[in-house]
């Protein structure tokens, strides 16, 4: 039985708000033609799911008939054969390479590199706070994001020219790779645009001095205390066989350019909530100061942010970055009782997932962190919150993000007061993420007792 959906004479007509709306676009799509829906794009047709048991079936189930896809085979130009694009074999062998040194406990070694790097953004807006000056937090948390885990990588000694040069080259490269990901149309990479030139010196720049790092690592005889370290003595528990330097170029360029939406944004988006939820906010702030007690956070200082965890949780839900997923399918396939056919892509619209009022509740489209209490979260569907993905390829980076914002939340708050320049223009934009469009004006103040209770406005 074929899915319903609507005509590809509506799909035109509509263009304008699939272009500049997606959220809405998917919103009214699941509204009007349900869980599995069929759209015709020109010559191509793709599926849109929003049932947790629907995108399960495609991440879990049957996840051998559903490859990444179309979409991050463009991506594979920037950032190479990394765990994000791999398939099959290739991919397996590096999974079972990098899982040892991305659980939690693995990480612990890090928490420091995070605090230094996160004091270094609190310091540098000490001067803007004492002019009354306004800062781009969406601005500043995506270089927050891509410094630490540049530091991550390659270590709190690497030159600060090194860094900026990254830092420059990954958000040229990021830019890129989001509008080519989200652009239907095939425009190669070969013809000599502005942008494709200005793309290509930014790869460039970035292989001549990730590789550099890298031989550097290999040369030494005792291994860093980075990521970097553990990844060029990682080997395959099977083989015993190594990364290549392609190969760990590739992942590298991965973690740091996939890893920037996830913490940056989110980070705005927490912000974001915090100044339109004061009394929510007084919560966060009294648990920041008892937990940090005036020292610097530690990685015992985690345990003790259950409720900042909470209200980072429910950002995530409401604002995820990962706001739709994307696979090809292989062959033929049944979902909800509808016909996949071979070789299309099918869209798992996260966003609508995570607001189904079935899942979660009437208040669904409200901001209630005490919802991920954990007498509240026992029986949930298993694929109702994803904001890292689900299955054998649920991201990898996911505890290293949730430490850093929890950190970068905290610190932040126990320094800084903020407010919000002109919050009633703020919207999401979603492009390869959710971005604050046009950005996160604030204006810091001295630190105070923070006052009022309340949301500012109602949830858009």
Not at 100 to 109: G, I, M, S, T, V
Not at 156 to 185: C, H, M, S, W, Y
Not at 439 to 449: D, E, P, S, Y
Request: with cysteine.
């Amino acid at each position: 039985m074929q899915a319903p959906g609507p005509s590809l004479a509506e799909v035109v007509r509509r263009l304008p708000l699939i272009l500049g709306d997606r959220l809405r676009w998917m919103t009214e799509i699941h509204r009007e033609y349900g869980d599995v829906v069929r759209v015709p794009m020109g010559p191509r047709t793709v599926y849109a799911l929003f049932h947790p048991d629907a995108i399960g079936h495609v991440l879990v189930a049957n996840a051998k008939n559903y490859w990444k896809g179309r979409a991050f085979e463009k991506a594979a130009g920037t950032i190479g054969r990394g765990l994000v694009t791999a398939e099959g074999a290739e991919w397996q062998i590096q999974r079972r390479r990098m899982n040892p040194h991305f659980h939690r406990e693995a990480l612990k070694d890090l928490t420091g590199i995070m605090v230094q790097s996160i004091e270094g953004m609190l310091e540098g807006w000490a001067k803007a706070a004492a002019e009354e000056r306004t800062l781009d937090l969406a601005v500043e948390f995506q270089r927050l994001a891509i410094g630490t885990v540049v530091r991550a990588f390659f270590g709190l000694q690497v030159e600060e020219r090194k860094i900026a040069d990254l830092v420059k080259t990954f958000r040229t490269a990021l830019g890129f790779t989001t509008r080519r990901a989200l652009n239907p149309f095939d425009i190669p990479e070969s013809w000599p645009l502005p942008s494709n030139l200005a793309f290509r010196r930014a790869v460039r720049l970035m292989d001549e001095i990730v590789r550099g790092m890298i031989r550097e690592e290999r040369a030494r005889s005792i291994a860093s205390p980075t990521l970097l370290g553990a990844l060029v003595r990682a080997a395959d528990p099977e083989s015993g066989e190594r990364m290549s330097e392609q190969q760990l170029r590739d992942e590298v360029l991965t973690m740091c350019l996939g890893g920037t939406d996830t913490s940056g944004n989110t980070l705005s988006w927490v912000f974001y909530n915090l100044e339109r939820y004061p009394e929510l906010q007084m919560r966060v702030r009294a648990e920041v100061g008892a937990a940090l007690a005036g020292g610097a956070p530690t990685v015992e200082t985690l345990e003790r942010l259950a409720c900042t965890r909470r209200f980072i949780d429910e950002t995530l839900r409401l604002f995820p970055q990962n706001w739709v997923g994307a696979r090809d399918s292989r062959g033929p396939d049944e979902i909800g009782g509808y016909a996949i056919p071979a070789n299309v892509t099918v869209f798992l619209g996260v966003y609508r997932v995570h607001r189904r009022r079935d899942l979660w509740g009437e208040d669904a489209e409200s901001f209630d962190p005490d919802r991920f209490l954990p007498e509240r979260t026992a029986g949930r569907h298993p694929m109702q919150y994803l904001p890292f993905g689900a299955g054998s390829r649920k991201c990898i980076g996911y505890h290293f993000a949730l430490m850093e914002i929890a950190l970068a939340t905290a610190m932040a708050l126990d320094r800084y007061e903020f407010r919000i320049v002109d919050a009633d223009r703020i919207r999401r934009d979603a492009g390869w993420s959710l971005w604050p469009k046009p950005g996160l004006r604030v204006k810091l103040v001295t630190k105070r007792a923070v006052r009022g209770a309340g949301s500012r406005s109602a949830d858009r």
